[in-house]
Nanobody, 124 residues
Framework: QVRLVESGGGVVQAGGSLRLACAVS????????MAWFRQGPGKEREFIGG????????VYADSVRGRFSISRDVDKSTVFLEMNALQPEDTAVYSC?????????????????WGQGTQVTVSS
């Protein structure tokens, strides 16, 4: 079993920044892919980006590329989502997910393990 716990959400003004963290515990292997998703009010769940635990290679959705950055700290077993230049349309519940995979899936149904999510609200 893999347990994921997100933290760092909150309210920020447009143009501001936030850093989310996803603490990973339980059975983990180097071949895990970690991803961040978000779901805004009235919207479908959206893949934001992901990182391979083994080599920290990343992929990003076009909607956040250049503004968001994903990294991982092996010693702390934590994945981070750094969000800059936030806009009201970034308001959503942000969740991290994990899956044993040699690549980074972009579909939510490819991930077996999920955190509880953390709310990010961007005010205009």
């Amino acid at each position: 079993q893999v347990r994921l716990v997100e933290s760092g959400g909150g309210v920020v003004q447009a143009g501001g920044s936030l850093r989310l963290a996803c603490a990973v515990s339980g059975r983990t292997f180097g071949a895990y892919a970690m991803a961040w998703f978000r779901q805004g009010p009235g919207k479908e769940r959206e893949f934001i980006g992901g990182i391979k635990w083994s080599d920290s290679s990343t992929v990003y959705a076009d909607s956040v590329r250049g503004r968001f950055s994903i990294s991982r700290d092996v010693d702390k077993s934590t994945v981070f989502l750094e969000m800059n230049a936030l806009q009201p349309e970034d308001t959503a519940v942000y969740s991290c997910a994990a899956q044993w995979s040699l690549r980074i899936p972009t579909a939510a149904d490819m991930y077996e393990y999920w955190g509880q999510g953390t709310q990010v609200t961007v005010s205009s």
